[in-house]
T-cell receptor, first 118, second 116 residues
Framework: AQKITQTQPGMFVQEKEAVTLDCTYD???????LFWYKQPSSGEMIFLIY??????QNATEGRYSLNFQKARKSANLVISASQLGDSAMYFC???????????????FGQGTILTVHP | EAGVAQSPRYKIIEKRQSVAFWCNPI?????LYWYQQILGQGPKLLIQ????????DSQLPKDRFSAERLKGVDSTLKIQPAKLEDSAVYLC??????????????FGPGTRLLVL
């Protein structure tokens, strides 16, 4: 079974609007972490935001926020006020056993290509 | 602060040839990772080093892939002999500690390999 599922191969959004990128995950660990990375056409993976499984509040970093619904095992990325530079591939990733007893391997989803239109 | 450096950026080889990729992590970072990213997929961890020791190489095809991290700093990933299915982007990443919890991995620009 897929540990990380991103069901949207591609998304389109108008500049200055908000967009939500979906991510669901599968784990039996109680302690885990969820990450979102951005990969522009240049290829480098850029860290955006992190959510720990025990964090009570949704993570926010500037225009990025993470809509964490633990019972549904979803960790959707919300980008507010989209900019042309947001056009890229976005990956959701999970680190299981994030309590610190493992060495922290990340498992990535398939990614979602976001295109921002002017 | 300099980021993760990788070279070469692009490489084209014929099948059955050998190839090597180099990575220099962020200064002081203890943990180094090599990922393989096939077109249209997310990165997959090949091997993880903490300092100069291997902590996870469960997904490394050891019959053809090898990696080392001498002196706990830079690292080399080698493929010998290459197959067509090895065409991918090879990403190197590093993190400050041992990679647990909320610790962020910082990625290099990657090496794009095409095997003909």
């Amino acid at each position: 079974a897929q540990k990380i599922t991103q069901t949207q191969p591609g998304m389109f959004v108008q500049e200055k609007e908000a967009v939500t990128l979906d991510c669901t995950y599968d784990t039996s660990d109680q302690s885990y972490g969820l990450f979102w990375y951005k990969q522009p056409s240049s290829g480098e993976m850029i860290f955006l935001i992190y959510q720990g499984s025990y964090d009570e509040q949704n993570a926010t970093e500037g225009r990025y926020s993470l809509n964490f619904q633990k019972a549904r095992k979803s960790a959707n990325l919300v980008i507010s006020a989209s900019q042309l530079g947001d056009s890229a591939m976005y990956f959701c990733a999970m680190r299981e056993n994030a309590g610190g007893t493992s060495y922290g391997k990340l498992t990535f989803g398939q990614g979602t290509i976001l295109t921002v239109h002017p | 602060e300099a980021g993760v450096a990788q070279s070469p950026r692009y490489k084209i080889i014929e099948k059955r040839q050998s190839v090597a990729f180099w990575c220099n992590p962020i200064s002081g970072h203890a943990t180094l990772y090599w990922y393989q990213q096939i077109l249209g997929q997310g990165p997959k961890l090949l091997i993880q080093f903490q300092n100069n020791g291997v902590v996870d190489d469960s997904q490394l095809p050891k019959d053809r892939f090898s990696a080392e991290r001498l002196k706990g700093v830079d690292s080399t990933l080698k493929i010998q002999p290459a197959k067509l299915e090895d065409s991918a982007v090879y990403l190197c990443a590093s993190s400050a500690g041992r990679g647990a919890g909320s610790e962020t991995q910082y990625f290099g620009p990657g090496t794009r390999l095409l095997v003909l």
